[in-house]
């Protein structure tokens, strides 16, 4: 099946009996036993699996082409999952531009349990170098936050492969529209549902998807059970329901990121933008290999500094200044100052989580806060 037939069937899984059309939310957090002591609805108890989940992760696995998915509380808990599966003593290998809430949890909570270098992963040679005999696992992030930098995924699969190592993709600004990294033999696909998938910045959520069930994945179901950092019921359900529209949500973020990007690059305030769909993108050629849409995000440099990317910011009238990205509203977050005093992040950056108003709309209030410094 295609992906949107997939987003629409995959996760909806209503008792044929009772007649409804939707799946409804099952809040019971215990499941009934018969007097053979068999479960017959399959559930037990929810933190274990439930209704919801279970139909969740059906249409997170085969949206993504996987094998398995593990739904969790947020993309951070994903994140959390993949790192307590690995002995302690593991080495992994991360980007040197990555979500700087995941870099933050591997420093301050992996520090001493697992080692850890941050790398530009897509150098081939930065990256041999830095293989050991107990690397476990490549992290990549790509297009990555907030520079928008690809990271040739097959490249560095084969390089990891050939040395018995996983990859673990962050496929959250990509989406499974944008890009499959199963198919090109990824190990792992990570998602902050927060994001697109959720789509609506009223929901957190994270998502994992396998490409095989081995001993590892295991494991990670291990984390995800006995650890218990599982979405409720109810944000289940509402995942589910984004995720049937987020086909034709990817699709038009995409459209008004490209006209935007191609605005942006022709107003003389703006240093540069960043936008793997821009043939000005210094690996344009990668992501048209790798990708099948270019995403709904942005970065770009302000002509000047701070205090110009800030004037800029504070006269939209359209786009609201916060974090997060995904949602059908277009949000614009002056990063450097969001990532804090460690933030390599340039000054004058401006990143945008392009929505889904009309094109023209948006344009217009970006073309009158930049004509403004
Ligand atoms: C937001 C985000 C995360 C973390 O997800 P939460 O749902 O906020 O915990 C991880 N990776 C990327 C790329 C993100 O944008």
């Avoid at 989940?53 to 993949?82: C, H, K, P, Y």
């Amino acid at each position: 099946m295609k992906i949107e037939t997939i987003a629409i069937h995959a996760g909806n899984h209503p008792d044929k009996t009772s007649g409804l059309v939707i799946q409804p939310i099952t809040t019971s957090t215990t499941f009934t036993r018969n007097a053979d002591g068999e479960y017959p609805s399959g559930h037990i108890y929810s933190r274990s699996s439930n209704p919801n989940r279970t139909s969740l992760e059906n249409v997170l696995t085969q949206i993504e082409g996987g094998a398995d998915s593990a739904a969790f509380s947020s993309g951070n808990a994903a994140g959390m999952a993949v790192f307590q599966s690995l002995q302690p003593g593991t080495h992994i290998i991360l980007p040197d531009d990555m979500y700087h809430g995941l870099r933050n949890q591997i420093k301050n909570l992996f520090a001493g349990i697992l080692e850890f270098d941050f790398i530009d992963v897509n150098d081939d040679a930065v990256l041999q170098q830095h293989i050991k005999p107990n690397t476990g696992i490549i992290w990549i992030e790509t297009p990555s936050n907030p520079l928008l930098k690809l990271t040739d995924i097959k490249k560095v699969v084969d390089i990891a492969h050939a040395k018995g190592i996983k990859v673990v993709c962050d496929n959250t600004f990509a989406t499974p529209l944008c890009q499959q990294p199963l198919a090109l033999e990824a190990d792992l696909v990570m998602h902050s549902s927060t994001k697109y998938f959720g789509g609506h910045s009223d929901l957190m959520g994270g998502a994992l998807i396998t490409a095989e069930k081995s001993e590892w994945w295991q494991k990670i179901r291990q984390v995800q059970e006995m650890g218990g950092a599982i979405p409720s019921p109810a944000d289940c359900y509402y995942l589910v329901r984004s995720i049937k529209t987020l086909p034709y949500r990817v699709r038009g973020h995409v459209v008004n990121a490209v006209q935007l990007a191609e605005f942006l690059e022709n107003h003389k305030n703006v240093e540069q933008v960043m936008y793997p769909g821009l043939a000005s993108h210094p690996q344009h050629q990668l992501a048209s290999k790798q990708m099948n849409l270019y995403g709904g995000m942005l970065s770009f440099l302000v002509e000047g500094g701070q205090q110009e990317a800030s004037k800029v910011i504070n006269s939209l009238q359209l786009f609201t200044q916060a974090t997060s990205l995904g949602g059908v509203e277009s949000l614009i977050e002056h990063r450097a100052l969001v990532e804090g005093p460690d933030s390599k992040t340039p000054r004058n950056l401006l990143r945008v989580s392009v929505g889904l108003e009309h094109i023209d709309d948006l344009i217009a209030d970006l073309q009158q806060a930049l004509d403004s410094i």
